[in-house]
T-cell receptor, first 118, second 111 residues
Framework: DAGVIQSPRHEVTEMGQEVTLRCKPISGHNSLFWYRQTMMRGLELLIY????????DSGMPEDRFSAKMPNASFSTLKIQPSEPRDSAVYFC????????????????FGDGTRLSIL | QQQVKQSPQSLIVQKGGISIINCAYE??????FPWYQQFPGKGPALLIAIRPDVSEKKEGRFTISFNKSAKQFSLHIMDSQPGDSATYFC??????????FGQGTTLQVKP
């Protein structure tokens, strides 16, 4: 079975440029999560979607970050303009979320996009 | 109150030894406590998970011990192997479905 697919795997760009990260969740999963991982802050949830609708974007650091999920099989995370402090590994994860209490399906992570802003 | 505190930050164990990683939480509304394993260049992968109404769960060499009154849980890796060398994250799930992750523990198992 195909897992969560992220692209690109690596991105190096100059400060001020627009960066778009892409994610294809596992087929049949209805929830999608974007995380950022750094040595200093660990694994932080940026935003998550349920049935293509953004549910919680409280982790999005600032207005330079935006995320969309136009359909059940695709999501993007965009940074515009990018800054050196945005350098991190960005992970996308998906799961099937039924009721929020009493059951839980694990989140499956992609292999991440390593982003370097010069 | 949403934090999950994990220790130690790093751990070195001899092959065949027991690796123990500890986590503590404050929010009593958390209802699932998974552990994730991450290898370099890869995303975290679910290792084992426990609900707060269970005190222990074992899967192969991996065991979660859960102490609800102390709001603590731990991962024990028995007969640790060099292939277990990875970063381990504890996490807690709230009623919104979000996972709150600990800071991670880098485990090195020496041959």
């Amino acid at each position: 079975d195909a897992g969560v697919i992220q692209s690109p795997r690596h991105e190096v760009t100059e400060m001020g440029q627009e960066v778009t990260l892409r994610c294809k969740p596992i087929s049949g999963h209805n929830s999608l999560f974007w995380y950022r991982q750094t040595m200093m802050r660990g694994l932080e949830l940026l935003i998550y979607f349920n049935n293509n609708v953004p549910i919680d974007d409280s982790g999005m650091p600032e207005d330079r970050f935006s995320a969309k999920m136009p359909n059940a099989s695709f999501s993007t995370l965009k940074i515009q303009p990018s800054e050196p402090r945005d350098s991190a590994v960005y992970f996308c994860a998906s799961s099937h979320m039924g009721s929020f209490t009493g059951s839980w399906q694990p989140q499956h992570f992609g292999d991440g996009t390593r982003l370097s802003i010069l | 109150q949403q934090q999950v505190k994990q220790s130690p930050q790093s751990l070195i164990v001899q092959k065949g030894g027991i690796s123990i990683i500890n986590c503590a939480y404050e929010n009593t509304a958390f209802d699932y406590f998974p552990w994730y394993q991450q290898f370099p260049g890869k995303g975290p992968a679910l290792l084992i998970a426990i609900r707060p109404d269970v005190s222990e769960k074992k899967e192969g060499r991996f065991t979660i011990s859960f102490n609800k009154s102390a709001k603590q849980f731990s991962l024990h890796i028995m007969d640790s192997q060099p292939g277990d060398s990875a970063t381990y994250f504890c996490a807690a799930k709230g009623n919104t479905g979000k996972l709150i992750f600990g800071q991670g523990t880098t485990l090195q198992v020496k041959p």
